[in-house]
């Protein structure tokens, strides 16, 4: 059976000697060692001057919405995974569906102006694929119209645009550490805010608002990971430049051996170094995708409809047609990309597509 994806987990002697820690400490929760130890390392790898790791990928996005949403209109994408759309529901904002570049995936920024009202309070875009929005042009409607900028950037690790980490970008950027994805603590994630009054907001806030035991700072809730998660990502966080490297040869091959004339690749934007984290491929018609699926499952390869639905669909947001998400998530499917994955099942899974796409 061939997965979409397949979580990398590390020799388990190093997975268990990073247990071993939190047993040596007696300490599994409330930011011990290996929890700052990792903060630590993911500064140094990611080049970011401020890191918080959390409890999943989801929590950084509410705690980014409650701190500048203000239960106002937050200008979103639609092709997304539901939790950036599912966020901005949770925490009473209204999400205003702004559609997607055709090639790029990402938010169509010159369609953000004409959706502002005097409600909006943020843009919350995603970088699909690790694929940048077109951050230049954000940050400037963002500073024209006084909003703020959420980026959800949870597949997004390792990347860098312009030669900085994706992360250094918007007011707040978000990251995934699930274990479907790049790299990982099992769950987790992580939160990047480079203005230090909200950073500390937003530390507060992951923590029951707790300035110290008997004081409170603020409103709160627990987005606390703990020590046996960040075991998970010390033990695997060695291993990261064997995986991008790895996946990059994956991408290589598709790329070298998929026939382009009835499917297209993603687009990267210029500058961007990648983390070949997806490997997404747009066919022409939903038949198209619908018959080469069912052709790589009668040979056991499970590719993956990603993004599906296009969020504007599911029936608790406001519903406006997005014909480009639409789409594009009725076309798009992604291809089987881990560490791990055999030549002759790469070879297997090319000569269908290429055989079946219409
Ligand atoms: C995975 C993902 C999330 C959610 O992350 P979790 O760690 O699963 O909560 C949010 N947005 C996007 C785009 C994702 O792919």
């Not at 300490?27 to 970011?48: C, D, F, I, Q």
């Not at 009473?92 to 009202?117: G, M, Q, R, S």
């Not at 991408?251 to 690749?265: G, H, T």
């Not at 590719?303 to 798009?332: C, D, H, Q, V, W």
Request: aromatic share 12%.
């Amino acid at each position: 059976m061939i997965p979409v994806t397949k979580t990398f987990l590390p020799p388990i002697e190093e997975y268990t000697a990073q247990v071993q820690r939190a047993y040596d400490n007696h300490w599994l929760t409330n930011r011990g060692e290996l929890v700052k130890e990792l903060e630590a390392k993911l500064m140094t790898y990611l080049g970011v001057n401020n890191v918080l790791i959390m409890n999943n990928g989801t929590i950084p996005l509410q705690i980014a919405l409650k701190l500048l949403g203000n239960g106002g209109e937050v200008i979103t994408t639609p092709f997304s995974y539901v939790a950036t759309t599912a966020a901005i529901v949770w925490e009473n904002c209204t999400p205003v569906f702004v559609d997607i570049h055709p090639e790029y995936l990402t938010i169509d920024e010159t369609k953000i102006e004409a959706a502002i009202t005097e409600k909006t309070t943020c843009i919350l875009a995603t970088h699909v694929f690790g694929n940048p929005c077109n951050i230049e042009v954000i940050d400037a409607i963002a500073r024209k119209y006084n909003l703020k900028v959420i980026y959800d950037a949870a597949h997004c690790f390792g990347v860098t645009y312009q030669g900085k980490s994706i992360f250094d970008y918007g007011d707040v950027s978000t990251c995934s550490f699930h274990a479907t994805k790049l790299f990982h603590t099992g769950e987790g994630g992580a939160i990047f805010c480079n203005d230090p009054e909200l950073f500390n907001k937003i530390f507060y806030s992951h923590n029951f608002g707790h300035n110290g035991p008997l004081d409170f700072h603020g409103l709160g809730i627990n987005a606390k990971i703990s020590e046996l998660q960040a075991a998970m990502g010390l033990a695997v966080f060695p291993y990261m430049e064997d995986i991008i490297l790895s996946r990059q040869k994956v991408v290589s091959f598709y790329n070298q051996n998929l026939d382009f004339a009835k499917i297209l690749k993603l687009k990267l934007r210029e500058d961007t170094k990648w983390n070949y984290s997806y490997y997404p491929v747009i066919f022409q018609t939903e038949h198209s995708l619908l018959k080469v699926q069912a052709a790589l499952i009668a040979t056991e390869v499970f590719p993956r409809r990603y993004f599906y639905p296009s969020l504007n669909t599911i029936n608790y947001t406001n519903g406006a047609a997005m014909p480009i998400s639409e789409k594009i998530a009725s076309i798009i499917l992604c291809l089987p990309l881990y560490v791990g994955i055999e030549e002759d099942k790469l070879k297997q899974i090319v000569s269908i597509i290429n055989t079946e796409a219409c």
